[in-house]
């Protein structure tokens, strides 16, 4: 009980409930999901690397880029956590507005062609002057 104790710990974080509703969606790098949630890159390192330890994710890299998907070894107890919260969240405000974000992250990311912090930083002024 002692393990999923700290599961359920880690998934109070607001943030991180996020990063892994985002995942959860797709592989996504580590710029994507700065750019969606606007949070910096070693927060967003340090929220992948405790969701990876509690064995929901898995990276992988590619050149020097990380990309993160959902672990396909995830535990039984994990898997229906994160089935239980994807349900429960689908119509959240907030999970819907990151969603719509990470298209429009995407869509500029494919209309210039990179997926790199470059691209991250003019998505981000982009994304600041539209607001």
Same mark, same amino acid.
């Given at each position: *009980?002692?393990?999923?104790?700290?599961? *359920?710990?880690?998934?109070? &974080?607001?943030?991180? @409930?996020? +990063?892994?509703?985002? +995942?959860? /969606?797709? /592989?996504?790098?580590?710029?994507?999901? *700065? $750019? +969606?949630?606007?949070?910096?890159?070693?927060?967003?390192?340090?929220?992948?690397?405790?969701?990876?330890?509690?064995?929901?994710?898995?990276?992988?890299?590619?050149?020097?880029? +990380?990309?993160?998907? @959902?672990?396909?070894?995830?535990?039984?107890?994990?898997?229906?956590?994160? /089935?239980?919260?994807?349900? =429960?969240?689908? %119509?959240?405000? *907030?999970? =819907? $507005?990151?969603?719509?974000?990470? !298209?429009?992250? /995407? &869509?500029?990311?494919? !209309?210039?062609?990179?997926? &790199?912090?470059?691209?991250?930083? %003019?998505?981000?002024?982009?994304?600041?002057?539209?607001?």
């Amino acid at each position: *009980m002692k393990n999923e104790g700290s599961i *359920m710990r880690l998934l109070s &974080d607001p943030k991180r @409930l996020r +990063v892994l509703m985002l +995942v959860a /969606e797709r /592989e996504l790098c580590v710029c994507q999901i *700065m $750019g +969606v949630l606007n949070i910096s890159q070693p927060l967003v390192s340090r929220n992948l690397n405790q969701l990876s330890s509690a064995g929901f994710l898995r990276g992988r890299k590619e050149g020097k880029m +990380v990309f993160y998907s @959902l672990d396909p070894r995830m535990k039984a107890f994990n898997r229906c956590l994160l /089935e239980l919260l994807k349900d =429960t969240l689908k %119509a959240d405000k *907030m999970l =819907t $507005g990151d969603l719509r974000s990470l !298209r429009d992250c /995407e &869509d500029f990311q494919k !209309r210039t062609g990179r997926c &790199d912090m470059k691209t991250f930083s %003019a998505y981000l002024k982009k994304k600041r002057r539209s607001s």
